[in-house]
């Protein structure tokens, strides 16, 4: 199988015409977790309000795994075993993990949450280190996605039928989920990738909503992101 993921990835590297379901989110997944793994390795143990907004940003991150994970089941991978039966057999058995890796985190995050005064130093450092394993394992299963399971979709469905896919797991996504995925999404694409974005979804959305989105972009981007993409929305 291992041989199979190579050649997947060769030809999807060789791949630029067809929709990637995959590209945006994982972009920021990977800024997403960065971010939380860096902050956690660096948490003061003995500040208790330092260490409570780690946890909080944290469990804001294995929320979102967790129904991400949900999400791909629920739209990705049907859609794959409906015309190629086993072909998301790796990644759906991957999910598996993750969803017990979520629980383990969550368990030392809680005993990181009660510890004794002057006793938090060794909880989080288990919890830097399985979070480093957690990370680490997501990042492989990504590229196997975006190798693999897109080639998949590439071959049993036309575009059309893929943003089709994606529209609908866009569509059952909550709307402070769907603001935590574009915090990291947004700020993390490429100059074109961000103004066809935002192109699209100021066609799609009320005014009011889309100036929120708008104003997340502008925090978190920097000065000369936020120029081009003026620019090239005539904002």
């Known amino acids: 199988m291992e041989h199979a993921i190579k050649r997947a990835t060769a030809k999807v590297a060789q791949t630029t015409d067809r929709h990637d379901i995959y590209a945006f989110v994982h972009k920021g997944l990977r800024a997403?977790?960065?971010?939380?793994?860096?902050?956690?390795?660096r948490t003061d143990p003995d500040d208790v309000a330092e260490i409570a907004a780690t946890l909080d940003a944290l469990g804001a991150l294995l929320a979102f795994c967790r129904g991400h994970v949900t999400h791909e089941n629920d739209f990705v991978h049907r859609a794959m075993e409906s015309r190629r039966?086993?072909?998301?057999?790796?990644?759906?058995?991957?999910?598996?993990?993750?969803?017990?890796?979520i629980r383990e985190l969550e368990g030392i995050m809680t005993s990181v949450q009660f510890a004794a005064p002057g006793e938090s130093a060794a909880g989080l450092q288990r919890l830097y280190r399985q979070l480093a394993l957690f990370v680490a394992e997501n990042l492989e299963h990504m590229a196997m996605e975006e190798s693999h399971n897109n080639l998949v979709l590439w071959e049993t469905h036309?575009?059309?039928?893929?943003?089709?896919?994606?529209?609908?797991?866009?569509?059952?996504?909550?709307?402070?989920?769907?603001?935590?995925?574009?915090?990291?999404?947004?700020?993390?694409?490429?100059?074109?990738?961000?103004?066809?974005?935002?192109?699209?979804?100021?066609?799609?959305?009320?005014?009011?909503?889309?100036?929120?989105?708008?104003?997340?972009?502008?925090?978190?981007?920097?000065?000369d992101d936020w120029r081009k993409l003026a620019a090239a929305l005539r904002l």
């Open 85 to 101: 039966p086993g072909s998301a057999d790796l990644t759906a058995a991957d999910h598996i993990a993750h969803e017990n890796a």
């Open 158 to 223: 036309t575009d059309a039928e893929i943003v089709e896919i994606e529209h609908a797991l866009v569509a059952s996504i909550a709307p402070e989920a769907m603001m935590a995925a574009l915090r990291w999404m947004l700020p993390w694409m490429n100059a074109r990738e961000r103004a066809t974005m935002l192109g699209g979804m100021r066609q799609g959305m009320p005014a009011e909503p889309f100036r929120a989105v708008l104003a997340m972009v502008r925090q978190n981007v920097a000065a």
């Open 32 to 41: 997403w977790m960065g971010e939380v793994l860096a902050r956690v390795g």
